[in-house]
C-alpha cells in the first residue's frame, strides 16, 4: 500500500516539476497525436466556406519567381475580389517597399551622365507598384498578416491599432505569450486595411505544430491573430474581448469572445488547431489561373479567401501530427474554420487538474483493492484492459466533448502499479515454485508439481484431514538378502528395486512418503486431490508385483535368486500436512487409517499373499478382481475388518482365475456360515491342487475347534502380533 501511494505522489510531484513537466509534454504528445489520428479526417462546416489561393510551384513557374511585384499582387486581389468573397487574408507580409522602375532608370541614366525624357518622369506614379497595392487594398475587406517574434529584436514596418479589449486586467499580470519583435507590413498597408493579424506559430518542442495563439502581447498591448482578425471582420464585430482569471497574482487567459462567439483558450491564450485531416480538406486554387484567366470562380462568393503557399521554395510548409509536411496557409484555415466554429475546438476546462487527481485516486483503489487477487498474467491483462478504457474514456472525452484530459499521468500510474504487482507476483511465484519443489519435488510426480505451481492455493501447510489411501510395500526377508552384498552391492540393488517402483507411483498420480530400507511408504490423494485414489493405488500395487517378477533376473548377478514384497493398502480418514520439527520437516501421513495399513502389510507374509487391501479400498475399486482372505482384528484395534487379495483388473482376469475365485468364494461361504465339513473339503481340495499356504491356515483353524465352530463364533481372527 504504501509503496503505492508513493508511486501517486511522485507521479502528482512530476506534474509539478519543471523539468519534469517539460518530459510529460513531450510524452503527452504522443496520445495527443493519437486522438487526432483516430478523430480526422473531417468534413469541412461549409457556412463559411473557406478557399485557399495558393501560391503554388505552378503559379511561380507560370508567373515568375518570388517575390512577385506589388502589381501583380493588386491584381491577384483584383481578381478574387472580383469574385465577391466576404474576406480576403493574406498569409503572407509585405515589410519592404518595392523600388520604382523609373526610380532605377534615373539612376542608371546618371552614372551615364544622361537625362531622363519628361515623359518617362510621368509614368512613375503610374508604375508605383505600392501605391497601386495600397489603391487596391483600400475599401476592400482584406486583411493584412505579419509576424512577431518571441526571441528577436526587429521593429519593421507599422503595427496596427489593437481590438482586442479588456480593462479588467494588467499587461504585466497577464499569462498570454509575449513577443520582443515584429515585422510587420508597410505603414500605408496597414493604414489602408480593415485589420491585421500576426500568424506567428510556435512549434512544440518536437518539432509539430499543435497549438496556435490567436491573441499575445506586446509591449502594453494584446493583438489578434491573423486567423481571429479575419473571424471577426466576418462576423462584423468591432472588438474582441479576453477574458481572464485571476490565480494568485497572475491573471490567466481562459477565452476570448466576439459577440456572442465564445472561444476557449489554455492559460497563455493558445488553443488546440482542430485540424480536420491532412492537406486537401479545404479547396484549392492556384493563384496563376485567378492572373491569367477572366473566368468567374463561383466558390469564391461570400468565401474567406486565405491568400498564401504551398511551394517548398517559400518555406511555409510545416511538420505536424497528421502530415510531415503541411502548408502553413492550410494551417491558418484550420485555425479559421475552428474559431468561426468553437464548439470543434478541443479544449481543456478549469477543472482539469482536479479531474486528473480523482482519477488517479480512483485508478489507485480499483488496483489495490483488485490486483493482490490476481495471478501475473491476470495482472498484465488488467493491467491492458485499464491502459484501453482509460485511453476510451479520454478519447471519448475528445471526440464528443471536445475535452482535452492529460492522459500519460493515468497510463503512466497503471503501468507503475502494475509492474510493481506483476514483478512482485513473479518474485512470489518464483519463490514458491521453488519452495513446492522443496516440498514436494521428491515425494510426487511432475505433473502433480506444475499443478500445484499453476493454482498454489491447493497446497495447505497448515495440514487437513480428508480420506486418502496409503500403501506401504516391504521386500520380505530383506535383512537376509542384503547380509551378503557388499555397501556398493547394496546400494545399486535398492536404486534397480526403487527407482521402477517409483515410477510407477508417479504413474499413478501417488504421493511417496518415505523410504526405509526398503521400504515404500506412498498416499494417493494429497497435495492435488484425487477421486479415485483408491482404485490409483491398487493398480500401482498390480503393476509394482509384475515388475518385481521382471525385475527378478537383473539381481541374479547379485546372487539374489528369488525376491518378493508384501504390499498393503488402506482407504480412510488421515491427517496430511507438512508436518515435523524446527529442524527437519516432511510433507507426511498420520493417523490410525496409515496405521492399519501398515497392519495390513504385515500380515501379507502371514498369509502369504502379495497385496491385502482393506474393505473401504475395495468398496472403491469396481475394476479389480479381489478375493476375500479373512476377517480379522489386528493388534491395538478393537474393530474387526475384512481384507482382501487384489488379484487383477477385470480386464486382464483368465478364465482359470475366473474358475478359482468361484470355488475359493464358495470355500468361504461354507466357512462363514459354520458348515465346516463343506469347508473342510473344498479347503482340502484347493490346498491339494494350489498349495496355497492360506487354504493351510483354514484348515488349521477348522482343526483346531475340532471341526465345530464355538458358540457365538463372529468369524473374526485375532492377530495377536504386528
Known sequence: MSILLTLLVGLLYLNKNPTAIDILQRLEAIPYDIRL????????????????????????????????????????????????????????????????????????????????????????????????????????????????????????????????????????????????????????????????????????????????????????????????????????????????????????VTHVSMGKSRIPTDAKGQILIPYLGKQGHFEYISAHKLLENKETFESIENAIVLVGTSAQGLTDLRPTPLQASFPGVEIQANILHGLLNPDIIAYSPDWTEGATIVWLLVLCLIMILIYPLLQPLQLVLSGLTLLILTFTLNYWLWFSQHIN???????????????VFVIYDLLVESKGRK???????????????????????????HGLRREMTVLFSDIRDFTSLSEPLSTKELKSFLNQYLTPITKIIFDHQGTIDKYVGDMVMSFWGAPIEDPLHAQNAVKSALMMQKTINKLQADFEHLGIKKIAAGIGINTGEMNVGDMGSDYRRAYTV??????????????TKYYDVKILVSENTKSQCPDI??????????????????????????????????????????????????????????????????????YQLYLDRIKSFNGTPPKNWDTVFIHETK
Open 37 to 252: 489520428k483516430l478523430s480526422t479526417p473531417q468534413t469541412a462546416i461549409d457556412i463559411p466556406p473557406i478557399i485557399i489561393v495558393d501560391i503554388d510551384e505552378n503559379s511561380l513557374k507560370q508567373q515568375g519567381r518570388w517575390p512577385w511585384s506589388r502589381k501583380k499582387l493588386a491584381h491577384l486581389i483584383e481578381r478574387i475580389s472580383e469574385n465577391t468573397p466576404a474576406v480576403i487574408a493574406l498569409d503572407i507580409v509585405l515589410s519592404e517597399k518595392e523600388k520604382n522602375p523609373i526610380t532605377s532608370l534615373k539612376e542608371e541614366l546618371i552614372t551615364l551622365n544622361k537625362e531622363m525624357p519628361n515623359w518617362i518622369k510621368a509614368l512613375k506614379s503610374e508604375l508605383d507598384a505600392d501605391a497601386i497595392f495600397t489603391k487596391t487594398i483600400k475599401d476592400k475587406d482584406v486583411v493584412l498578416g505579419y509576424p512577431f517574434h518571441r526571441n528577436q529584436i526587429i521593429h519593421s514596418g507599422k503595427l496596427p491599432d489593437t481590438v482586442v479589449q479588456n480593462d479588467s486586467y494588467s499587461i504585466e499580470s497577464l499569462t498570454a505569450i509575449n513577443m520582443r519583435g515584429y515585422t510587420a507590413n508597410l505603414k500605408e498597408f496597414t493604414k489602408n486595411v480593415l485589420g491585421s493579424g500576426f500568424f506567428s506559430i510556435s512549434p512544440d518542442r518536437d518539432g509539430n505544430v499543435r497549438r496556435a495563439p490567436i491573441i499575445a502581447i506586446y509591449k502594453d498591448k494584446v493583438y489578434p491573430s491573423l486567423a481571429l482578425e479575419t473571424a471577426r471582420l466576418y462576423l462584423f464585430e468591432d472588438t474582441v474581448k479576453l477574458h481572464t482569471e485571476t490565480i494568485g497574482q497572475v491573471k490567466t
Open 625 to 694: 478382481i479381489f478375493r476375500y482372505i479373512d476377517n480379522v482384528r489386528v493388534k491395538g484395534k478393537q474393530n474387526a475388518i475384512k481384507i482382501y487379495e487384489a488379484i487383477s483388473l477385470n480386464r486382464d482376469q483368465t478364465t482359470e482365475q475366473k474358475n478359482q475365485l468361484k470355488t475359493h468364494n464358495e470355500s468361504y461361504e461354507a466357512y462363514l456360515r459354520g458348515d465346516w465339513d463343506k469347508a473342510k473339503l473344498l479347503f482340502t481340495q484347493q490346498f491339494d491342487k494350489t498349495g496355497h499356504k492360506i
Open 435 to 461: 519452495r513446492i519443489h522443496n516440498m514436494f519435488g521428491q515425494y510426487v510426480p511432475q505433473e502433480h508439481i506444475n499443478k500445484l505451481i499453476d493454482n498454489p492455493k491447493q497446497i495447505s501447510t
Open 405 to 419: 484530459l492529460p492522459i500519460v499521468l493515468s497510463l503512466l500510474l497503471i503501468m507503475a502499479i502494475s509492474s
Open 590 to 603: 498420520l493417523g490410525d487409517a496409515v496405521n492399519l495399513g501398515s497392519r495390513l502389510e504385515g500380515l
